[in-house]
Nanobody
Framework: QVQLVESGGGLVQAGGSLRLSCVVSGRTFRYHMGWFRRAPGKEREFVAALRWAGGSTYYDDYADSVKGRFTASRDNAKTTVYLQMNSLKPEDTAVYYC?????????????????WGQGTQVTVSS
């Protein structure tokens, strides 16, 4: 079993920054990791992914809406993944979730992820 615990959410003004953390515990950290978000009244959507390519190699991918503003990273020693969010906009307001999966497949599809955190609220004021 794998447990994911997010933290780092909060209230920030437009243009500001936040860094979300997701501590992964349980089994091996050799998972593909993803970040998703759910805005009020909307479906949960893909934000970013860290795809494990073997050894210490990872590839990161982003939704078009956050590309150039958000950066996903991981610290294997701390079994933690991060989402650095810069130039935040009011439309980034959502509950943010980290997720983990062991299999390959469409990394933008939440159905391919096996484990989820509880989410952390991010609110961006205008």
């Amino acid at each position: 079993q794998v447990q994911l615990v997010e933290s780092g959410g909060g209230l920030v003004q437009a243009g500001g920054s936040l860094r979300l953390s997701c501590v992964v515990s349980g089994r091996t950290f050799r998972y593909h990791m993803g970040w998703f978000r759910r805005a009020p009244g909307k479906e949960r959507e893909f934000v970013a992914a860290l795809r494990w390519a073997g050894g210490s190699t990872y590839y990161d991918d982003y939704a078009d809406s956050v590309k150039g503003r958000f950066t996903a990273s991981r610290d294997n020693a701390k079994t933690t993944v991060y989402l650095q969010m810069n130039s935040l906009k009011p439309e980034d307001t959502a509950v943010y979730y980290c997720a983990a999966r062991s299999a390959l497949g469409d990394y933008t599809a939440e159905s391919t992820y096996d484990y989820w955190g509880q989410g952390t609220q991010v609110t961006v004021s205008s």
